[in-house]
């Protein structure tokens, strides 16, 4: 669900939900990263330790924090499984974040459960970074998909969006459109019925005079758009598996549906991909995603630097 | 006809009248009038013209503050508050729902942490429709009417 955006001038301590960031606290962050693009070493922090606690699998995530993190010249610490640690004795979220807490200067934590972060964050004396509670947000994804857009388009204001696939689940797309509510962009949301994006969403955009479309059929936005936003259909979300073999393909880009599309087009994806976009468009010039992941070294190098500071 | 109290009237104290039958227990809950050592006296199921079966509480001896009488605002908005001096009203309250909502209500997101965490839960309420909600702090998820769970409070 929808809490109202920051506007203020209060600085953000955590980053928990991309709400936690005000307009010029994303631009903030988004200049910051440009910096970093150009001079990925800057280790300004090399008295900081930095925890990286993870309860869940991660690839990008995971690694692009800690590269970040190292990259800023601190030291790392942490577990990409709890299986490893006191939590598998029973331990609580308060009582592990208090004790990490006590040894490291920032905490970027992973974990299943919703409102964990937030919750971390009121408990620990350091700052908290969400890197993903269960289905609800992770805004360093959305942080970078932002930096990705503004670097492929030159800018975020009027841009034409069209966001395929899970628009009910996905956190991506629910933290992206937020985000993006800042900068008047034109949505077209494309997904089947199961996955449609949720009343309360459009009526966050209502609210705030931004214009959508949506449909059920993949080739109707590609030409108009600027950014082609893909996310996975997961197979778990349907009650009817022959459904589920009906959408997968319906919801799959390949090279040839890319014909009409503008030049500037840039197709981005939060990864890992599945069927979705076929291998023959990796090597389109419309597709940016692994140059996305690579932006979210800089993104998650720009965030720790502000939270720090 | 003469007219006779289906629930003894109380010297001095509170009267909760109006409840909807079906509420009756949630409200004892929310007030945590079952740990208390006050004299209470309740009717349920008794006739109403507004709502078809209605519950009323009298609490001898017993007052609350204006936050702790609208917490039962949630399920029971339309409840009448009379506060009782030597057997006369002397103040009626009218319940206002509060902006935001601590303990009392479980979130309905089976994986929020505070359905798995000792956490107190903790909501903001959103009546810019017609019906009422409740916004988790945590989990940032919507807890409606029909899903409204209350937590005791003993």
Sequence with gaps: MIKSTKSNKYMSRNLISIQDFSKEEILEVLK???GFEKNPSQPIFRDKVVASIFFEPSTRTRLSFETAANR?????IGFSDAGNTSVTKGETI????KMVSNYADLIIMRHPLEGSARYASEISPVPVIN???GSNQHPSQTLLDLYSIQKTQGKLDNLFINIVGDLKYGRTVHSLLQAMSHFNPTFLFT???????PNEYKEYLRKRNIRFEETRNLADGICQADILYMTRVQQERFTDAIEYERVKNVYSLNNSML???KSNMKILHPLPRVNEIAL???NSDHAYYFDQAKNGVYTRMAIITKLFS | MEKHLKVSAIKNGTVLDHIPAEQLFKVIDILGLSGISNQITFGTNLDSKFLGKKAIIKISDRYFESDEINRIALIAPQAKINIIHNFEVAEKRILSIPSSIKGIVKCMNPVCVTNHQPIETLF???TDESELKLLCHYCEKITDKENLKIISNK
């Design chain 1, 191 to 197: 997904a089947p019925e199961e996955l449609k994006l």
């Design chain 1, 72 to 76: 800023l010249g601190a030291r790392v």
């Design chain 1, 94 to 97: 308060k009582d592990t974040i």
């Design chain 1, 280 to 282: 023959d468009v990796d």
């Design chain 1, 259 to 261: 014909e009409g599309a």
């Design chain 1, 32 to 34: 910051m990263a440009a």
């Design chain 1, 131 to 133: 890197a993903g509670d």
């Design chain 2, 124 to 126: 903001t309420t959103i």
